[in-house]
């Protein structure tokens, strides 16, 4: 096995300070879709170097601090995770969070404060003080990290995930390796679906229901994900809107694939999410705005060619 070497770097400004964040490795952007307000946390192999997930949890909204604790307590012990906060990553975040960043190494997480520009490069079950970080309440941070890795590993294929609610763009798509996964008639209104066997990331099924025109299509779309199996992943991006309508029934089947938010989705709200048939409750990837669009990417193992 040969090595090599990779440079972390994140970077954070409060909304006093610019109101940005970017996280690069070997100075080339990680691979966010969108970097919005609260957390902007990447999960970095530490062993190839390569990146796992890259989302945000914006702390504003209810339940974000538990999906972030959620997601570093899931965690092998040793992955490297960054965070860099956008505007404000204060609000909200409850002592469960704290303790999620205290256990990837940090020490100042107890310091951030309303629009504090911090930034974090951590690492699973490190002792506190041990991550790289940096924490202001007058101007942006940086901090880095070198990381030895393998040379050997293989890239891994990335599956992205966008949505933007009629307020905020009116626009959907769900990508694989950039590139648009097409759904029939076109990525419209309502609930884009793409099913894939989890395994292989075959793609299985894409379609689109639009419950606004039609009432019936949210039990259409509940019966597509009742009548998955543990072998198949669902990405899911809302255009346009997908609250009116919304049956009972469909926001059952949603957290059946993980979803924790999807009882707070509002008219024409963003929401995003890749998840999998009966896994543990609120175990998705996902996110939600009212305000503006969300997307996140993920890196997936054992594929073949998404088609």
């Known amino acids: 096995m040969t090595s ?15 109101d940005s964040a970017l996280i690069t490795l070997n100075n080339q ?18 062993v190839t170097g390569q990146p796992l997930v ?32 956008k505007d404000d990553g204060s609000a909200n975040l409850n002592q469960r969070a704290k303790r ?12 951030l404060r309303f629009r504090t520009s911090w930034a974090l490069i951590g690492q699973k079950d490190a002792q506190p003080g ?3 970080e940096e924490l202001s309440d007058y101007s942006n941070v940086v901090c880095s990290r070198l990381l030895p890795v393998s040379a050997d590993a293989v890239k891994r294929p990335s599956l992205g ?16 390796n950039n590139q648009e996964i097409g759904i029939e008639g076109g990525y419209q209104r ?11 990331t075959t793609q299985q099924i894409s379609r689109s229901f639009d419950l606004f025109a039609n009432p019936e299509n949210a039990d259409a779309f509940a019966q597509l994900i009742e009548d998955c199996s543990p072998e198949h992943g669902i990405a899911i991006a809302v255009k346009d809107d997908a609250f009116v309508n919304l049956s009972e029934r469909a926001k ?26 009966d896994t543990l409750a609120d175990s998705a990837i996902e996110q939600l705005s009212h305000e503006q669009p969300v997307g996140f990417r993920v890196w997936l193992e054992n594929v073949s060619e998404l088609s």
């Open 252 to 277: 059952q089947a949603c957290e059946s694939i993980g979803s924790r938010l999807i009882r707070h989705l509002q008219f024409r709200s963003s929401w995003a999410i890749v998840g999998y048939k």
């Open 29 to 46: 952007e990680i691979g966010f879709i969108h970097y919005n307000r609260g957390l902007n946390v990447a999960v970095i192999d530490e």
């Open 100 to 111: 999620a960043c205290q256990s990837l190494g940090s020490r100042q997480v107890y310091g």
């Open 130 to 132: 041990i991550a790289q």
């Open 190 to 200: 309502g609930l884009n679906v793409v099913v894939f066997n989890r395994h292989d």
């Open 161 to 176: 995930v966008i949505s933007a609610g009629g307020n905020q763009g009116n626009f959907a798509q769900i990508t694989w």
């Open 4 to 18: 090599s070497t990779v440079t972390i770097t994140v970077q954070s400004a409060g909304g006093f300070m610019g």
């Open 54 to 85: 890259c989302t945000t949890f914006d702390t504003f909204l209810p339940g974000n601090a538990d999906r972030f604790a959620d997601l570093v307590e899931q965690l092998p012990s040793g992955q490297i995770v960054a965070i860099a906060v």
